[in-house]
């Protein structure tokens, strides 16, 4: 392999030296640079099998497929460890650059600044960006002319024995975090939804007051500081003031921009043109601005007022009856479903005229065991949604249901009362 000429920055960080520099895509292909699996220095050959699994294919393919797609493409430092060989370190000297500088303060710099010198000789094997490495090999051998001078930056650190640098490994990947739900919602800058969801937070009348979003997800007024600690989709289950979640208002954004056609390849995402986000931002803000309009108490939940529907049942979020679908984020999900069902065939005023059909309300018996069980179930999505349009006096097939929802009580034990009974208002 051929002997390459570097320059570099020298640190120390604990008992570790490394040199941080950068190198050009097709001088660490195909193999200057190899995985920790593909080296038996760090560990023997079966272990090795094992590790080589853990590289996930699929996202292999979505790396490659961002660095071929995507113009402002970057990637942080990949983590590397060279044995053996003869690296060789200059320092290069400053002499009198810098005019009045003192001379303690230019030796220092001069002792970190220099040249490295890679032989060829030598293996050198990532410790941490093991997938962004393979991603890269894919993308350089489909097309080498348009990221072959690309240059990424490398952290070089000296392996001297296995142990020592078997630990670098661990720490490195054990306590890498996977960046979470909410927080990729508010980095994203390519993902329509995302960029549709931080507008709605910050600008819709309803939903950028302050009880909007759970405070698991917004605790401060700073996008940018926004959504450290967080689940992802639920709504935390010490909240009973807030309307709705981050992650729900991008589900739901997801859902009326048909989000599969705007982004057709997930993690390769292009950009829409800004007309076209405020075309697609106009939908889904309209889609909120449905909701709030057909079920103005909502406004006064959010304000912190106590509400009441027709039968004296308080509209809230609770842990005995349950409370009101409108209030959960699954529930915002159907709506969203529903709504757009709807607008696609021009006829959002007969959902109006239908919506007031639904007992939204949890303790209701025809959502028993299906949507609340003593809490909110997450499965029975095809059973849910049946029903919701069998309350929305749609066409369904009654006998079909009957025997989903007899299967369902036998499932959990319980008798099953029949849908003509479960749909009284007496048996309430």
């Known amino acids: 392999m051929k002997s390459l000429i570097l320059p570099a920055l020298k640190g120390r960080f604990g008992s570790w030296v490394y040199f941080q520099t950068s190198m050009k895509i097709k001088d660490i292909m195909p193999d200057r640079i190899i995985t920790v699996p593909e080296s038996e220095e760090l560990y023997s050959s079966n272990l090795n099998k094992v590790l080589q699994r853990d590289l996930e294919s699929k996202r292999l393919d979505k790396i490659k497929d961002y660095l071929l797609r995507i113009d402002d493409r970057f990637f942080s430092s990949l983590i590397v460890a060279i044995h053996g060989g003869e690296p060789q370190w200059s320092n290069i000297s400053l002499g009198d650059s810098f005019g009045d500088t003192e001379e303690k303060d230019l030796e220092n710099i001069s002792s970190k600044l220099g040249i490295l010198r890679l032989a060829g000789s030598e293996e050198m094997f990532v410790l941490d960006g093991q997938h962004r490495l393979m991603g890269i090999r894919k993308a350089f051998k489909e097309n080498p002319e348009l990221i072959g001078s690309d240059e990424i930056s490398v952290v070089l650190v000296l392996h001297k024995s296995r142990e020592r640098t078997r630990r670098l490994f661990t720490v490195l990947n054990r306590y890498a975090v996977r960046i979470k739900p909410a927080e990729e919602i508010i980095l994203e800058e390519d993902d329509a939804a995302a960029i549709i969801t931080r507008r709605l937070v910050q600008e819709h009348e309803y939903l950028s007051r302050d009880n909007a979003i759970s405070k698991s997800y917004r605790e401060t007024k700073s996008m940018a500081r926004e959504l450290r600690a967080t689940r992802a989709f639920s709504m935390p289950s010490s909240d009973f003031s807030s309307f709705t979640t981050l992650v729900c208002v991008y ?166 009362p029949g849908l003509d009974r479960m749909l009284s208002p007496d048996s309430i």
Not at 322 to 349: F, T, V
Not at 389 to 399: D, T
Request: glycine share 6%; hydrophobic share 35%; charged share 35%.
């Open 251 to 416: 589900k739901v954004a997801q859902t009326i921009i048909d989000y599969k056609f705007i982004h057709p390849v997930r993690k390769a995402i292009k950009r829409p043109s800004d007309k076209r986000l405020d075309e697609l931002f106009s939908q889904v803000s309209g889609f909120w601005d449905f909701v709030f309009r057909e079920f103005l108490w909502i406004e006064e939940f959010i304000g912190g007022q106590t509400v009441k529907d027709d039968k004296g049942r308080v509209l809230n979020r609770n842990k005995e009856s349950g409370g009101s679908i409108i209030l959960r984020p699954e529930g915002h999900i159907y709506l969203a479903e529903i709504y757009k069902r709807y607008s696609d065939d021009n006829s959002l005023q007969k959902l109006r005229e239908r919506l007031n059909q639904v007992d939204w309300h949890l303790s209701a018996p025809i959502w028993k065991h299906v949507f609340w069980e003593g809490k909110m179930l997450s499965k029975n999505k095809p059973l849910k949604r049946k029903l919701l349009s069998l309350m929305l006096g749609e066409s369904v097939n009654k006998l079909d249901l009957e025997r989903e929802l007899k299967k369902r009580y036998v499932d959990v034990g319980a008798d099953y």
